[in-house]
């Protein structure tokens, strides 16, 4: 078998990759799939400890994740859409009105 | 065997990653984190979460993408031009991720070496309907009234309310317009 | 003393629940409900809280004397060995209590059917009626002072919106507001003083407020402790009960609906305070001196507003004022140590005074309003029913030998002579004469004589529908027959209430027959004295008031004017207090300092946010990256601390 | 060991091979057929040397269907336009025919075939959870489409995309209902052991197929089936007569014919589907392992081999059927208008698969009760 080790240091590394795109991208979709990419790190994470465990709710936990992806890309897109039709950019930097 | 089909899946899943970070043009990284998340989850069903592996194809890469891939078109994303930006946000952004990295690879190399051989029945179905249903059934209805909320305030945060209707001519903006209408009918 | 059981009975939770589920109803949904479903709930709850009374009292009963049921609602303060529950305990003294409120308190709701008939806005009427009958309950049944005081509390803040019920007459609102901040001296005395006697009892390891623990380990308490409390107490008594000098509240809280009055200001809640000091009659008799003061106060208070209520033209204010002089009465007894005859004469004042009330409201309800009895006379023919029970009702407040007030009223002077309080007694017994003759003048002017009716009214004068009468005939047979259940020891069935009574507040040294007889003789000598003096006045030689008025002059005036004392506090107390909040408190203290602190604060948070508000970029990349380095700082602590520690 | 590897890889390619050359023949059925329907002649050129001419037999359009189109096709061309995104371009269609090809692997084709002591299961890949990859194989379908629209840089070619992907998501939820309720109903998300639970019968003569439990559910599929193959009378992606040809308006060479093999492929797809799901798979009617069992006749005992192979043949003859009966509805019905399709999906399809699931539900409750 795989050492579940490994699995983890996978998780680890696709989750900075994440976090490196939330943090350097300005594109707000951009960003957006980044988060997708550290929910899913996490869920890797998640089934590999579940499974060295030997527990299933490691995968439940996954399903939850999942759902509430699935509800924060819905609202998340919309405000985009909203965003975009309102200032007519998508860059992170640019929509800063809420400053100071 | 099995570890070579690790390595591969995970070089896969670490070189689709950097794509979605990487690419300029937001639809390659859509493509890209499509990769991604088929990577992961045939590792998900290497791992024995067999059901878990296929539902994440489904409700990622079926579902949740191909919205981001509307709204992509609907906001008609070109390749960025690729202005260098904040340097100093990307260069203190780039430190706390390699410290990140580190952080978490401290963490995880200690853990346990090789799993456990999975229980029968570990990761199908039956097993996951049955924590579903019935240990977690309270939080399962939660989610399912999360959706619905979730939806509402999609449908109500990106509708295009009267007042703010860009007014532009053109046969283009007419039929969109038309099909908009025919469908609130 | 207290050798019976306790035993759980846990309907006495139903008596709270059901008038706590009228004001609910009432409250959200009488409006909508309708007049008539609101008028069979609110009596309803009162009713069945009564019935549930009853089969309480059965159940007490047939335990041995001395017996209680109880019951906890829940579980209330736990601080450290301070425990407080929400507990009832329905021993012999609250079953009367209960009793009386729940019992006159379902008469008047029914009266009050008829008589706030055209009222628009009966749903809060009865919703706070319901409410006061949930406090006073609360009050009554509560097995510790702090459960006790939520009720004595409750019942204030009813009294204050009834009195304000038409709180669009801004002269109306003043007095409710008047009441209410009378009371809240009173309250704050009777505050104090469950300070005092925790803090006695804490000192001394003894965390409780409960009733029955209190009196079993009260000789914990020093004699100064218990004279300091006593006074106190006290002082909360005589805020509620209108005591002097607390009583100026009363006579103004005659502007609520009369069903109210009768309910709250005459029946029920002013007793509150006689109550009280019977509840803790085990206190008072640690200290002589406080009972000197409560009984001098009550003789006190009772021969003045006597006095005032001589020269009052007001039905409702003569009625107010006899009835101070009647709680008068109760601490004369209470202070002589007579708390049986105290809460004797609490149940027959109930049923006199209700009835009293109630009828004046009948008239009231005649007459389209009004209240001056210079504008009555000749009722008699007219409100035939009216005029029957009314005569009852003032035959039993004179004490008129056989009515209920008599033997009530009799207890008290009889124990108020036994302990020696001579002065007291003769005060007493003068203020007896003193009631037979004022209210004989309300009778008399207002039934018999020449007609004073204004012409336009007369039209339309007629009896109180059925509604109305009923309860004034019930409580009229109670006003007869009431003081029968305390017979003078030794005659026929005896003093059965005070033998009920005895186990809880204890006994007093009776004295002699013959003797007890003779002192009987005089008050009632007095009474009927009273009545006579009434008849010649006011029916057989009318112009004789003017001319007594005229010749007594000065006096005559002064009783006019109550003796101008709401005029000394307005000069000693409010003028002084508007001053020194208008100049000291909001030209000076407000002005410079307590503004300069809130423009100070301010201004430093102002200063302070714009300092750091930099950091707010708007950029939702930068909040991020903060977030990932507080996550990093998070992580590293983790990683050290797992590495510490394997 | 590489035994069975061996009969994994000749499963595989055996299936493969038969999709596509089903999805070729079915090319020339639609000719003909179309053909027959409008009482033209159709494809009738390209004889080779005039054999069939010369044998009196009439040129039935086979040849240029099979030999001559793929032949042009494959060597014209490959154009792509010059701004178009050549990386995407070049994979759409790949991207396209490649999860319909994958998914015929969990398709059951038959039943067990015994060869001494080994035990061949005539299914590609027998698995567990066969529906959901199923499933996730068709949400992959959807980014053929979407991208060999996007990355040809038209706008007729990115409205066909757009247009594809809106419907076969819209229609996906149809379809997912419907195959869920046939999951409830057989309690498995094992295709072939679906296929299994579809032998016997009531009352010794009425085949429990899945047709008897489910008739909405089979109605739902066939119908989401259709409109997820993009064809008449869901064919508004390639509508020609407004969009030229969709998302492949700028294809050409083997790239397009990729694309109309995906087509193709789809529609086999869903005739073997419907027939998996609703009818039986590889199940003949009073045909068990041992044999015949008809009902009041008799029963004839029959080896494994002749069971498995009359199997395999129903289900082949069962899905040739779904096809022809999908390009009569192709060349009966006419096309919708947008806003019906998605009126259609949306709030008929969908409130109809759930109406149907919640009632199984409920049914199946009861039955277990």
């Given amino acids: 078998m795989t050492p579940v080790s490994y699995y983890l240091v996978l998780g680890a590394a696709l989750f900075a990759i994440g976090v490196a795109g939330v943090v350097i991208r300005r594109n707000l979709i951009v960003i957006f799939m980044s988060i997708e990419v550290m929910l899913n790190a996490v869920n890797l994470t998640l089934v590999a400890l579940g499974r060295a465990l030997g527990s299933t709710d490691g995968q439940v936990m996954v399903f939850f994740v999942m759902t509430v992806g699935a509800a924060e890309a819905a609202v998340g897109l919309a405000l985009i859409l909203a965003a975009f039709r309102s200032r007519h950019t998508i860059k992170a930097d640019e929509l800063n009105l809420m400053r100071w | 065997m099995e570890v070579g089909v690790f390595a591969f899946f995970a070089v896969l899943a670490v070189v689709s990653a950097l794509g979605v970070v990487l690419q300029r043009s937001p639809v390659h990284s859509l493509l890209a984190l499509v990769a991604t998340l088929l990577a992961i989850s045939a590792l998900l069903i290497g791992l024995g979460a067999v059901a878990i592996g296929f539902l994440l194809a489904i409700v990622y890469v079926g579902a949740i993408v191909v919205v981001f891939l509307f709204v992509i078109w609907l906001l008609n994303l070109q390749r960025d031009p690729g202005e260098p930006g904040h340097l100093a946000a990307k260069f203190f952004g780039a430190f706390a991720v390699a410290a990140l990295t580190a952080e978490l690879f401290a963490f995880f190399v200690r853990a346990p070496v090789g799993p456990p051989p999975a229980p029968a029945g570990y990761g199908s179905v039956d097993r996951l309907a049955d924590l579903i249903f019935r240990d977690y059934l309270v939080a399962f209805e939660a989610t399912s009234l999360l959706l619905l909320v979730a939806v509402v305030g999609a449908v109500a945060v990106a509708r295009r309310w009267p007042a703010d209707q860009p007014r532009r001519s053109g046969a283009g903006a007419s039929a969109h317009g038309e099909l908009r209408r025919a469908e609130r009918a | 003393m207290v050798n019976g059981v306790v035993v759980e009975f846990p309907a006495l939770k139903l008596m709270l629940l059901l008038p706590a589920l009228g004001v609910v109803f009432n409250l959200f949904l009488g409006r909508r409900a309708g007049r008539a479903i609101v008028n069979v709930v609110s009596v309803a709850a009162v009713v069945g809280a009564f019935l549930l009374a009853l089969w309480a009292l059965g159940e007490l009963l047939a335990l041995p004397a001395g017996s209680a049921l109880k019951a906890t609602l829940w579980s209330w303060i736990y601080v450290g060995p301070l425990q407080i529950d929400l507990g009832l305990r329905f021993d012999a003294l609250a079953a009367v209590m209960t009793l009386v409120v729940s019992g006159v308190g379902s008469i008047i709701h029914l009266y009050s059917c008829g008589y706030m008939g055209e009222d628009p806005d009966y749903a809060r009427f009865f919703a706070y009626m319901n409410l006061f009958t949930l406090s006073m309950l609360v009050l009554v049944l509560g097995n510790n002072l702090l459960f006790m005081f939520i009720g004595w509390e409750g019942v204030g803040l009813c009294s204050y919106l009834l009195i304000a019920f038409w709180y669009d007459n801004a002269q109306f609102a003043y007095n409710g507001r008047k009441a209410f901040v009378v009371n809240r001296i009173g309250d704050a005395g009777f505050l104090l003083g469950i300070f005092a006697l925790a803090a006695a009892f804490a000192s001394r390891g003894l965390w409780t407020l409960d009733f029955a623990a209190m009196r079993e380990h009260i000789s914990l308490v020093s004699s100064a402790v218990a004279t300091m409390a006593g006074l106190l107490f006290f002082l909360g008594a005589t805020g509620k009960s209108a005591q002097i000098p607390l009583y100026v509240w009363l006579p103004d809280a005659m502007v609520g609906p009369t069903p109210v009055s009768a309910l709250i200001h005459a029946a029920t809640m002013v007793t509150a305070g006689v109550y009280m000091v019977a509840r803790l009659g085990f206190l008072y008799q640690l200290t002589p001196a406080t009972m000197e003061v409560v009984a001098a106060v009550g003789a006190i208070t009772a021969f003045f507003a006597a006095t005032v209520a001589l020269a009052q033209s007001d039905i409702k204010r003569v009625l107010a004022y006899s009835t101070i002089s009647q709680i008068g009465y109760m601490f004369l007894g209470a202070g002589a140590g007579a708390f049986g005859a105290a809460i004797f004469h609490i149940v027959t004042h109930a049923f006199f005074k209700a009835l009293l009330f109630l009828g004046a409201g009948s008239v009231m309800h005649a007459l389209g309003g009004e209240q001056d009895m210079s504008r009555m006379g000749g009722l008699r023919r007219k409100l035939p029913v009216t005029h029957a029970t009314m005569l009852v009702a003032t035959l039993a407040i004179t004490a008129v030998p056989g009515f209920s007030g008599f033997f009530s009223k009799d207890e008290i002077l009889e124990a108020a002579y036994v302990s020696g309080h001579y002065w007291l007694w003769g005060l007493g017994v003068i203020t007896a004469g003193l009631t037979g003759l004022y209210m004989f003048r309300l009778f008399f002017l207002t039934f018999y004589g020449r007609s004073r009716v204004e012409a336009a009214r007369l039209p339309r004068l007629h009896e109180s529908p059925a509604v109305m009468t009923i309860p004034l005939v019930i409580l009229a047979l109670l006003s007869l027959g009431g003081g029968w259940i305390g017979l003078p020891a030794g005659m026929l069935w005896g003093d059965r209430i005070g033998e009920f009574l005895r186990p809880v507040v204890g006994q007093v040294k009776s004295v002699p027959g013959l003797e007890a007889l003779a002192l009987s003789a005089v008050a009632s000598a007095a009474a009927l004295s009273g009545l006579v003096l009434a008849f010649v006045f006011y029916v057989a030689a009318p112009g004789l008031p003017e001319r007594a008025a005229a010749w007594s002059g000065a006096l005559y005036r002064a009783l006019r004017e109550k003796y101008y004392v709401d005029e000394l506090y307005d000069f000693l107390v409010t003028r002084p207090l508007f001053f020194l909040s208008d100049v000291a408190f909001d030209r000076v203290i407000d002005s410079y300092a307590i503004e300069g602190l809130v423009d100070g604060a301010a201004a430093a948070a102002r200063g302070g946010a714009a300092a750091i508000r930099r950091v707010e970029t708007g950029n939702v990349q930068h909040y991020a990256l903060t977030y990932l380095c507080g996550a990093l700082a998070v992580l590293a602590y983790c990683l050290y601390y797992s590495m510490r520690h394997g | ?369």
């Fill in chain 4, 1 to 369: 060991m590489l035994t069975d590897l061996l009969i994994d890889a000749a499963k595989a390619i055996v299936a493969v091979l038969l999709v596509l050359n089903l999805a070729t023949v079915l090319l020339w059925f639609e000719r003909k057929g179309s053909a027959l329907i409008q009482d033209r002649v159709g494809a009738n050129r390209a004889a080779i040397f005039g054999i069939g001419r010369r044998l009196g037999v009439p040129n039935l359009g086979v040849t240029n269907t099979f030999v001559a189109d793929p032949l042009k096709m494959f060597t014209k061309e490959d154009f792509v336009p010059d701004q178009a995104d050549r990386f995407l371009h070049t994979l759409a269609p790949f991207l396209s025919l490649f999860p319909v090809l994958v998914t015929f692997a969990v398709v059951p084709f038959g039943d067990r075939l015994i060869v001494g002591s080994r035990v061949i299961d005539l299914q590609v890949c027998q698995l567990d959870v066969g529906v959901l990859y199923l499933l996730a194989v068709l949400g992959i379908g959807i980014y053929g489409a979407a991208l060999g629209g996007w990355a040809s840089n038209n706008r007729w070619a990115l409205l066909g995309g757009v247009r594809a992907s809106a419907q076969m998501i819209s229609y996906e939820l149809a379809m997912g209902l419907a195959i869920i309720a046939v999951v409830m109903t057989f309690g498995t998300l094992d295709l072939q052991e679906i296929c299994r639970r579809q032998g016997g019968a009531w009352f010794g003569w009425l085949p429990k197929w899945g047709i008897i439990y489910q008739p909405l559910a089979f109605l739902l599929l066939l119908t989401a089936g259709i409109a997820e193959s993009k064809r008449i009378p869901f064919d508004m992606p390639e509508g020609e007569s407004e969009l030229i040809a969709g998302y492949f308006t700028e294809y050409s060479g083997g790239k397009q014919a990729a694309f109309m093999l995906t087509d193709f492929a789809e529609v086999v797809l869903v005739s073997a589907l419907v027939a998996t799901f609703f009818f039986g798979g590889w199940q003949v009617p009073y045909l068990y392992p041992e044999g015949f069992r008809l009902p009041g006749i008799g029963s004839v005992l029959l080896p494994n081999l002749v069971v498995a192979v009359l199997g395999v043949l129903a289900f082949g003859l069962k899905v040739v059927f779904f096809c022809w009966l999908q390009i009569l509805v192709r060349w009966t019905l006419p096309r919708f208008r947008y806003d019906q399709l998605m009126y259609l999906g949306w709030k008929i399809l969908l409130p109809l698969g759930l109406i149907n699931l919640a009632a199984t539900a409920v049914v199946i409750v009861a039955v277990a009760s």
